[in-house]
């Protein structure tokens, strides 16, 4: 047990994912991979957004603080589709909440909020 919210966080987020996405409920057992493709032709897009993606799901508040947090920029890192940004923790809540000028309960609040 950790008192860090964040590593907490992140160890359950992990485990909600393998039972959800690697294991098979059904008939018991693990899957050995995802692949980030869900066609021939997809090259990993599944998992990538473009800046007007996020901006089309997200209040814009929601939005300034996912921008920030993940590094979601008109040009991305998908060298086949350039709008196309692999999400990453790019900048800690005191860089965000400066950039955004909010404080940190509203910010971690907007982060959620936008998963």
Known sequence: MT???RLAETAEGIIA???EVLS???NGGFYASQ???Y???DDGDYFTWTLD???AVLSPDESSVAELYYDVEPHGEMHHNPAKNVLWIARD????TKTTKTDLD???KLLLQAM
Not at 93 to 96: A, G, H, K, T
């Open 35 to 37: 692949d980030a493709d």
């Open 17 to 19: 994912w393998v039972n």
């Open 53 to 55: 993606e996020v901006r």
């Open 24 to 26: 098979d409920q059904l």
């Open 93 to 96: 809540f005191d860089e965000i």
């Open 3 to 5: 008192e860090n919210w």
């Open 106 to 108: 509203t910010a971690v």
């Open 39 to 41: 066609s021939l032709d």
